[in-house]
């Protein structure tokens, strides 16, 4: 289920406590999905570092990815790279 991006509220809030009190690059590399996928959507990321990282193979840390490539015009709509 995890792999599939599916998560139950305890888990989640349990990510965000844990969140709060890691580096960026503890966030990028975290075995949690929940955190790694929060990271995408931190200011600390830049957009240099955005265009370096791999896909994920979770499904939820990859949808954030793509929003965020989204919003800082790196990729279109389509997901093709601008």
């Given at each position: 289920?995890?792999?599939?991006?599916?998560?139950?509220?305890?888990?989640f809030y349990k990510a965000i406590e844990k969140y709060?009190?890691?580096s960026i690059?503890?966030?990028m590399n975290s075995p949690n999905p929940i955190i790694k996928?929060?990271?995408w959507f931190d200011k600390r990321l830049g957009k240099r570092r955005?265009?370096?990282i791999d896909e994920d193979e979770n499904i939820i840390v990859n949808?954030?990815?793509n929003i965020r490539?989204?919003?800082e015009g790196?990729?279109?709509?389509e997901g093709n790279f601008v």
């Amino acid at each position: 289920m995890e792999r599939q991006g599916i998560h139950n509220q305890f888990e989640f809030y349990k990510a965000i406590e844990k969140y709060l009190n890691l580096s960026i690059d503890e966030s990028m590399n975290s075995p949690n999905p929940i955190i790694k996928a929060m990271s995408w959507f931190d200011k600390r990321l830049g957009k240099r570092r955005l265009l370096k990282i791999d896909e994920d193979e979770n499904i939820i840390v990859n949808k954030f990815k793509n929003i965020r490539l989204k919003v800082e015009g790196v990729i279109n709509k389509e997901g093709n790279f601008v």
